[in-house]
């Protein structure tokens, strides 16, 4: 099934560019023909009903290298590390006792390398490769339900595409992910930005990662005193009720290196 799914994906790749391309050429759609980098940290924290609350911090970076006048490649990576509670995420082979919730803590490393198509009036279209690498520390008897160890290892695949309205995004995309090749998460996701200003952007998503529902909110800003070189964004995000509500919070702050660009344009061109 995963090497159908290879298939299609890389026989779509070429229609695509061919559709793209034969919309014409000017300069005005032309995207960034220079490299851009960014690098940022970033923090969350995850509240569970009936539950004690959890939450990471990270960092992550990100590549974006054109190809030709339409066609990118992109890089990213990131660590983190986890402080979580095990009860509903591990399994403990000498039991739980009642009301009794221990934490673990979790090493986070994860990556991917992925091919766009943008044109910079109308939208864009890419694949991408992803990988990670998820290790506990939770003391002898816990381990992770899928393949009975303390590591897993994730490989996947995205297809993502954005559609520019204006002053309005509307993107949407497709995850399929392996874990240590037993089981396999399908994730869709969809979302819709607004640029108040060309500086702050306002986005609503939603996704069905496990077969749950998730929504939230996002604010990002990127604030006129520090020369579009800095980025900051905080967010909101709930589960739906069919199983214990999860809150989260999100807070993270980007370096952007080389052009500057106000928000929109970067979005738009450069990321």
Same mark, same amino acid.
């Not at 290892?153 to 993502?160: A, H």
């Not at 200003?197 to 604010?219: A, E, H």
């Not at 709930?238 to 290196?257: A, N, V």
């Given at each position: 099934?995963?090497?159908?799914?290879?298939?299609?994906?890389?026989?779509?790749?070429?229609?695509?560019?061919?559709?793209?391309?034969?919309?014409?050429?000017?300069?005005?759609?032309?995207?960034?023909?220079?490299?851009?980098?960014?690098?940022?940290?970033?923090?969350? #924290? %995850? /509240?569970?009903? &009936?539950?004690?609350?959890?939450?990471?911090?990270?960092?992550?970076?990100? *590549?974006?290298?054109? +190809?030709?006048?339409?066609?990118?490649?992109?890089?990213?990576?990131?660590?983190?590390?986890?402080?979580?509670?095990?009860?509903?995420?591990?399994?403990?082979?000498?039991?739980?006792?009642?009301?009794?919730?221990?934490?673990?803590?979790?090493?986070?490393?994860?990556?991917?390398?992925?091919?766009?198509?943008?044109?910079?009036?109308?939208?864009?279209?890419?694949?991408?490769?992803?990988?990670?690498?998820?290790?506990?520390?939770?003391?002898?008897?816990?381990?992770?339900?899928?393949?009975?160890?303390?590591?897993?290892?994730?490989?996947?695949?995205?297809?993502?595409?954005?559609?520019?309205?204006?002053?309005?995004?509307?993107?949407?995309?497709?995850?399929?992910? #392996? %874990? /240590?090749?037993? &089981?396999?998460?399908?994730?869709?996701?969809?979302?819709?930005?607004?640029? *108040?200003?060309?500086? +702050?952007?306002?986005?609503?998503?939603?996704?069905?990662?496990?077969?749950?529902?998730?929504?939230?909110?996002?604010?990002?800003?990127?604030?006129?005193?520090?020369?579009?070189?800095?980025?900051?964004?905080?967010?909101?995000?709930?589960?739906?009720?069919?199983?214990?509500?999860?809150?989260?919070?999100?807070?993270?702050?980007?370096?952007?290196?080389?052009?500057?660009?106000?928000?929109?344009?970067?979005?738009?061109?450069?990321?």
């Amino acid at each position: 099934m995963l090497r159908q799914q290879k298939t299609s994906i890389c026989a779509s790749v070429p229609a695509m560019l061919l559709l793209v391309i034969g919309q014409g050429v000017s300069a005005q759609d032309r995207a960034s023909e220079a490299m851009n980098f960014e690098l940022g940290i970033a923090t969350r #924290d %995850l /509240d569970t009903e &009936d539950s004690t609350s959890s939450g990471d911090l990270g960092v992550r970076g990100a *590549a974006t290298i054109p +190809l030709g006048s339409w066609l990118f490649a992109s890089f990213k990576a990131g660590y983190s590390e986890s402080t979580v509670r095990t009860r509903d995420v591990l399994a403990h082979a000498g039991g739980l006792e009642s009301g009794v919730r221990p934490s673990c803590g979790f090493d986070s490393l994860n990556g991917s390398a992925g091919l766009f198509v943008r044109r910079p009036r109308f939208g864009k279209i890419g694949v991408s490769y992803l990988h990670g690498e998820l290790s506990a520390d939770c003391g002898t008897g816990s381990q992770f339900v899928s393949n009975a160890e303390e590591d897993l290892t994730t490989d996947g695949y995205r297809v993502d595409a954005e559609v520019y309205l204006g002053n309005f995004t509307l993107a949407g995309a497709r995850f399929s992910t #392996d %874990l /240590d090749s037993s &089981d396999k998460l399908e994730t869709t996701s969809v979302s819709a930005s607004w640029y *108040a200003m060309n500086n +702050l952007k306002l986005s609503v998503y939603g996704d069905d990662l496990n077969d749950r529902d998730t929504y939230g909110v996002l604010i990002e800003h990127q604030p006129d005193f520090m020369g579009d070189a800095l980025g900051v964004y905080v967010g909101y995000a709930t589960t739906d009720d069919d199983l214990p509500r999860t809150r989260t919070i999100s807070f993270g702050i980007s370096y952007y290196f080389g052009t500057r660009v106000d928000l929109k344009t970067r979005d738009r061109q450069y990321r």
